[in-house]
């Protein structure tokens, strides 16, 4: 859809093809289009005019015309010497849009919406606000990073904006699964990026999460992470903040071993398993929840059969239940919390 719309529709958002012009003009009337309205006219949201509606995927809202203004003028001060009857056109046009939106006041419900909560969609997007972000933070970000072992690849994907963050004294924190220790491109990435990042891990996080100076957040939107959620209410980024420290506190320095389950030939990952296999969870969703393979958590599974004696499913769950597998981690419950806490740390 990215090359249909710069095929047919050449232009940026200060001059809109005449199509282009009425469905933009009737989203800042009426506050929102449906989306079957826009897709004859893909630039509307190529240039980020228009995107979905939080509440409803199958209505679009208008980005408002200031932020058009802002984005169009911040883009143009590095060529204005050569672009002074774009700036003009620039200008005229938004100046338009705004007349139009002041003719209909918004419901008092929606105020602060359209900034609080935007939906990104398309990775180009989720990147460019990403790196927007990552320029505009001066003091800490906080991630959480779930999944198993990552992926070289996709440590390097924004390896450029951590180097940035470093650069200007940005302290990071970074949340992973135990899984993710045995893999050498993390490692690589944290010694890379010495002490400007501090890791732990648990057994499992919550989904993806990166939080920019306690003032903008963002989250996926869909599973396949393709959409993502940019947030900045207050109330919204304290609870993910509150969300974020508690884990921190549960988690384990990367720096610093796994402790002993207790229990003679269980591993720590073993018991993690043998608590989600109490709690009536399937292979599958053990595995995602842990950040394995389906295939290395049946190898656990039968590892936990045999050390326990059980002969099958049933008995298994039986055996985890009289040794005392079935609640929280013992490791969780009994590690000191000799790390200082971020609301002790200056830095932070």
């Given amino acids: 859809m990215a090359g249909h719309g710069a095929e047919e529709h050449p232009h940026g958002a200060d001059r809109l093809c005449e199509a282009g012009d009425r469905v933009y003009s009737r989203a800042v009337r009426r506050g929102r289009v449906p989306r079957r309205d826009a897709e004859p006219v893909p630039c509307l949201l190529e240039l980020a005019l228009l995107h979905p509606d939080p509440d409803d995927m199958d209505w679009l809202v208008p980005t408002s015309p200031q932020e058009v203004m802002t984005r169009l003028l911040r883009g143009m001060y590095d060529e204005v010497s050569a672009s002074q009857r774009r700036v003009g056109s620039a200008v005229a046009a938004v100046e338009w849009y705004a007349g139009l939106g002041r003719r209909v006041r918004p419901a008092p419900s929606s105020a602060g919406e359209g900034s609080a909560i935007r ?27 779930p999944g198993g072992i990552r992926r070289e690849a996709e440590l390097s994907e924004g390896l450029h904006r951590a180097l940035a963050l470093r650069g200007r004294g940005v302290r990071m924190r970074d949340l992973y699964t135990h899984v993710a220790r045995h893999g050498q491109g993390l490692l690589t990435y944290l010694e890379l990026m010495g002490d400007a990042v501090e890791a732990r891990t648990l057994d499992e996080v919550i989904d993806r999460l990166i939080l920019f100076d306690r003032t903008v957040a963002f989250i996926p939107a869909n599973n396949d992470r393709t959409m993502a959620l940019e947030l900045r209410h207050p109330a919204l980024i304290e609870y993910l903040v509150t969300v974020f420290e508690r884990l921190w506190r549960l988690a384990i320095p990367l720096t610093a071993p796994l402790p002993d389950t207790g229990i003679e030939g269980i591993s720590h990952r073993e018991q993690s398993i043998a608590a989600l296999l109490a709690e009536g969870h399937q292979d599958a969703v053990i595995a995602e929840r842990l950040g394995i393979s389906v295939r290395t958590c049946r190898a656990h599974i039968a590892r936990l059969s045999e050390t326990l004696g059980a002969a099958s499913r049933t008995q298994l769950g039986v055996r985890i239940a009289q040794v005392g597998l079935d609640g929280p981690s013992r490791a969780a419950a009994s590690t000191p919390l000799s790390v200082p806490g971020p609301e002790s740390r200056t830095a932070r």
């Fill in 119 to 145: 939906v990104l969609d398309g990775l180009a997007r989720i990147q460019a606000a990403m790196d927007e972000a990552t320029q505009a933070c001066t003091t800490e970000v906080l991630t959480v990073q």
